[in-house]
């Protein structure tokens, strides 16, 4: 049979150390280095974590080459075609699909604990009137924690899954009362009788006092197609596994530190335009470019290695075929072209981007594809939703992943401290 180990030969002086292959059950295996430095005296130097896997998981499952992306096992195109956002929550956090009496209760249990104290107010009113809603959210996600300091049982299922399912509750009425303050308008609670998503949109969009603004046509209420469109966003970001910012969360976790602060810093990772600031920074280039043709001088400033340009929405560390999330929602952005009135003048730059960039060797060589955020900000847009919301939105979706993955994190025998070490050049 074959060995599953893997031989290191020092040159310098002709050891040789056999490290164990630890099998996946599903993508590459992994070399278990963890003993290298007590046996040869040197470190593995990995800037970036191109080639390192930081920890097993159950959760999910990318494959870069073929495009993949399972939730549980369960391919993501499954999950939004035929399931909810609540649905793919309940599956992360519990690993199966929920039946309906499950799901009822879970439902139910979201709305009682969406409303925020009261005490909340005065630290939003503290930021400035202009203030990103990314970092009033940041903030109020730490704030959140000084309001529920029990110490957590990780032995008790029910305390912690209490813990979780409070901060997905409440992340889209902390993303609401961030906007709501940006502008200066007065916050509302959320309303029980609304599901999950829809709320959102509720408290975005309501007058004071919960009612639908008025357009030209009366109350604007909220259309179900709108409500399934940020669904599928949601959804689509629930998770994915050891991105920037959920490194971080469990980076932040492994010191012991409270589970909203570690979410908090993981808003913060999430924030830069490399990650999920992307989504903000697509729409704000689109703008920039203008129209059609201008395109093809910002492709030749994004191909140029003397202009730090990047086309924003492209490219991805782990994809590089497809990414999987991006071909749902270009579908989902054809499905509402004409029912909900996409920014046609966006939608013909960004399509003539699309067209040069998969045929041009500058980026085909580099596997340079079309990644979720090149689609999800022409969606945002026509829900109403302004730029500055974009990556809280990111937020709100990714809250049951990153939460998940703490959970994992902290009911898992093998971790440890984040503590890397460095090659050192200085004097
Ligand atoms: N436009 C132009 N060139 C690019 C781009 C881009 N968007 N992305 C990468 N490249 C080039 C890069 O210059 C480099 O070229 P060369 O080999 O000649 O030096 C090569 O492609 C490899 O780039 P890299 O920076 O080493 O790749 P990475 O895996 O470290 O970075 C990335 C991945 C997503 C940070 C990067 O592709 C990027 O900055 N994209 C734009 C921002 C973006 O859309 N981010 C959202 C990612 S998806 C949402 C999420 O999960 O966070």
Redesign the pocket.
């Given at each position: 049979m074959q060995k599953k180990t893997f031989t290191l030969i020092d040159n310098r002086t002709g050891k040789e150390v056999e490290y164990p292959i630890i099998e996946g059950t599903r993508g590459p295996a992994a070399v278990d280095f963890r003993n290298l430095f007590k046996d040869t005296g040197t470190f593995s130097y990995d800037p970036?974590y191109t080639s390192t896997a930081s920890c097993n998981s159950t959760i999910t499952f990318i494959d870069g080459a073929k495009g993949e992306l399972r939730y549980r096992g369960i391919p993501i195109e499954i999950l939004a075609k035929e399931h909810s956002y609540l649905e793919t929550c309940f599956l992360l956090l519990n690993e199966h699909l929920p039946s309906i009496s499950e799901l009822h209760n879970f439902d139910l249990e979201l709305r009682h604990r969406a409303f925020l104290h009261e005490g909340l107010r005065n630290l939003f009113n503290a930021f400035p009137d202009n203030a990103h809603p990314m970092a009033t959210l940041s903030a109020s996600v730490t704030a959140l924690a000084s309001f529920y300091q029990e110490h957590l049982d990780m032995n008790n299922e029910t305390e912690y899954h209490e813990m979780a399912h409070r901060i997905i509750a409440k992340m889209p009425t902390l993303a609401a009362f961030a906007y709501r303050h940006s502008l200066g308008i007065p916050f509302i609670q959320p309303d029980i009788d609304l599901s999950f998503t829809k709320n959102f949109l509720t408290m975005m969009r309501a007058y004071p006092g919960g009612k639908m603004h008025l357009g030209p046509l009366g109350h604007e209420e909220i259309k179900e197609i709108e409500v399934r469109a940020l669904d599928t966003i949601f959804t689509l970001h629930a998770d994915?596994e050891q991105?920037a910012s959920t490194t971080v969360v469990r980076n932040v976790a492994s010191t012991g530190a409270h589970p909203y602060v570690a979410i908090s810093s993981g808003i913060a990772a999430l924030w830069g335009?490399?990650?999920?600031g992307?989504n903000e920074s697509v729409i704000a280039q689109l703008e920039m470019i203008g129209s059609v043709e201008n395109v093809d001088a910002f492709i030749a400033r994004?191909k140029d290695?003397n202009d730090d340009f990047?086309?924003?929405?492209?490219?991805?560390?782990v994809y590089k075929n497809f990414d999987p999330r991006a071909q749902v929602l270009k579908k989902l952005q054809d499905e509402l072209k004409e029912t909900l009135g996409l920014d046609s003048r966006l939608l013909d730059i960004a399509g003539r981007i699309e067209e040069i960039a998969l045929n041009d060797e500058y980026f085909v060589s580099?596997h340079?594809y079309p990644?979720?955020?090149f689609y999800t900000g022409i969606i945002l847009t026509a829900l109403k939703i302004p730029k500055n919301m974009f990556t809280p939105v990111f937020v709100i979706g990714r809250t049951v992943g990153w939460i998940t993955q703490w959970i994992e994190f902290k009911k898992d025998p093998s971790s440890k401290i984040a503590r890397p070490r460095q090659l050192y050049l200085g004097d």
């Open positions: 970036g994915h991105n335009r490399a990650h999920g992307a994004a290695p990047r086309l924003m929405g492209f490219g991805h560390r580099r340079l990644n979720i955020d």
